[in-house]
């Protein structure tokens, strides 16, 4: 699968973005979807998951309650609602996908990777 994340940009503290992910071929409803991010000199560092069907998911603690992982496997696309953004959000995020039947939240169980998203956010 090929991955290509887009949807990142200057946001104020406080405000939102929504991030995509399109993906390639006729098997990712098959695919565990991932986003990771990684910040200047830091990292890179799970922020969110998602189970093939969708009716699992999972959340860095700094992200609970503020980002939303979801799927649309008809389009074969993956997203991120960043709401109430914060200046420590600020990173490139990157979408992953491998095909774990579970949950995962750690980078070296993601096989397929695609190219990053820069978000900044300003204070």
């Known amino acids: 699968v090929q991955l290509q994340a887009s949807g990142g940009g200057l946001v104020q503290a406080g405000g939102s973005l929504r991030l995509s992910c399109a993906a390639s071929g006729r098997t990712f409803s098959t695919y565990l979807m991932g986003w990771f991010r990684q910040a200047p000199g830091k990292e890179r560092e799970f922020v969110a998951a998602?189970?093939?069907?969708?009716?699992?998911?999972a959340y860095a603690d700094s992200v609970k309650g503020r980002f939303t992982i979801s799927r649309d496997n008809a389009k074969n696309m993956l997203y991120l609602q960043m709401n109430n953004l914060k200046p420590e959000d600020t990173a490139v995020y990157y979408c992953?996908?491998?095909?774990?039947?579970?949950?995962?939240?750690?980078?070296?169980?993601?096989?397929?990777w695609g190219q990053g998203t820069e978000v900044t956010v300003s204070s």
């Open positions: 992953a996908a491998d095909r774990l039947r579970r949950l995962a939240v750690n980078s070296y169980e993601y096989n397929y």
């Open positions: 998602i189970t093939w069907s969708g009716g699992g998911s």
